[in-house]
């Protein structure tokens, strides 16, 4: 892969990724998704543990609550793309070009990965709004790495399910039955040690698990060697990335041996 290449692979993604963002300024329900979700979720997570006596998992309960905010919207708005390129007849169209497929819809679950990194922010409001809890970040920097890696990751994440939308035409309902069982797998609503044993190996192959690990440790600040975790986390997203692109190699080969995407 020469500079050309990859000069021309980030000017793809770039320019998809300001696309998705502007349609996304004026869409109700990206708005809804990213913004007045977080503080629904926020109100209930954090509610049911302080009116349960447990006010220690005060913390937990809204980075669990950001980073099911930021999944949510990943999932649904990476659905939501490929129905709105169904619904406007471009699907086939994008799939015909040069430029794969992969790459178009990378740029569009970035950006909106990244902007529903505001639900982060958000859900800490809440919670200090709400049930007075305090807002304040113990280790800043490793917060915001964690953060950054866990956003990049989910988008790979999100890629490996958005291959599976291409051929369904019910994306939307499909993005509703996968999204409880990521959240409640990867520990975001519930402790990890209250889920049976046999479930901790699906826990560790959810890039959330770590990154509410990350997020939770760097927030309290205790002082654990987060190196590790950030190799786990990276290394995930290199795999849902070869995953992924293994499927949507698959998809287009099924839309070229049929000759449309009709069929789907």
Same mark, same amino acid.
């Given at each position: 892969?020469?500079?050309?290449?990859?000069?021309?692979?980030?000017?793809?993604?770039?320019?998809?990724?300001?696309?998705?963002?502007?349609?996304?300024?004026?869409?109700?329900?990206?708005?809804?998704?990213?913004?007045?979700?977080?503080?629904?979720?926020?109100?209930?997570?954090?509610?049911?543990?302080?009116?349960?006596?447990?006010?220690?998992?005060? /913390?937990?309960?809204?980075? #669990?609550?950001?980073? &099911?905010?930021?999944? $949510?919207?990943?999932? =649904? !708005? +990476?659905?939501?793309?490929?129905?709105?390129?169904?619904?406007?007849?471009?699907?086939?169209?994008?799939?015909?070009?040069?430029?794969?497929?992969?790459?178009?819809?990378?740029?569009?679950?970035?950006?909106?990965?990244?902007?529903?990194?505001?639900?982060?922010?958000?859900?800490?409001?809440?919670?200090?709004?709400?049930?007075?809890?305090?807002?304040?970040?113990?280790?800043?920097?490793?917060?915001?790495?964690?953060?950054?890696?866990?956003?990049?990751?989910?988008?790979? /994440?999100?890629?490996?399910? #958005?291959?599976?939308? &291409?051929?369904?035409? $019910?994306?939307?309902? =499909? !993005? +509703?039955?996968?999204?409880?069982?990521?959240?409640?797998?990867?520990?975001?609503?519930?402790?990890?040690?209250?889920?049976?044993?046999?479930?901790?190996?699906?826990?560790?192959?959810?890039?959330?698990?770590?990154?509410?690990?990350?997020?939770?440790?760097?927030?309290?600040?205790?002082?654990?060697?987060?190196?590790?975790?950030?190799?786990?986390?990276?290394?995930?997203?290199?795999?849902?990335?070869?995953?992924?692109?293994?499927?949507?190699?698959?998809?287009?080969?099924?839309?070229?041996?049929?000759?449309?995407?009709?069929?789907?």
């Amino acid at each position: 892969m020469n500079l050309n290449t990859i000069l021309s692979t980030l000017r793809i993604i770039k320019n998809s990724a300001f696309l998705q963002i502007k349609s996304n300024a004026v869409s109700i329900y990206f708005i809804a998704t990213a913004f007045l979700q977080p503080v629904i979720f926020t109100l209930i997570s954090v509610g049911t543990y302080l009116y349960g006596k447990k006010p220690d998992f005060g /913390l937990f309960a809204i980075t #669990g609550t950001g980073l &099911i905010s930021i999944w $949510n919207s990943n999932l =649904f !708005t +990476s659905g939501e793309i490929i129905n709105n390129e169904r619904r406007t007849g471009t699907l086939s169209l994008i799939m015909a070009t040069p430029t794969p497929l992969m790459l178009i819809l990378l740029g569009k679950s970035f950006a909106n990965a990244f902007t529903s990194a505001f639900a982060m922010g958000i859900t800490f409001l809440t919670g200090r709004i709400a049930y007075g809890l305090p807002i304040g970040i113990a280790d800043p920097l490793n917060f915001a790495i964690s953060l950054v890696l866990i956003i990049i990751s989910i988008t790979c /994440l999100g890629l490996v399910f #958005g291959s599976l939308f &291409i051929l369904s035409r $019910n994306a939307g309902e =499909f !993005t +509703s039955v996968a999204n409880f069982p990521v959240y409640l797998l990867s520990g975001l609503s519930v402790p990890l040690t209250l889920l049976p044993l046999w479930t901790r190996p699906l826990s560790q192959l959810l890039t959330p698990t770590w990154g509410n690990i990350v997020l939770n440790e760097s927030a309290a600040h205790t002082h654990a060697d987060l190196l590790p975790n950030y190799l786990i986390i990276i290394g995930l997203s290199i795999l849902y990335l070869i995953i992924a692109r293994f499927l949507y190699k698959k998809v287009e080969y099924l839309a070229l041996e049929a000759g449309t995407l009709e069929r789907w």
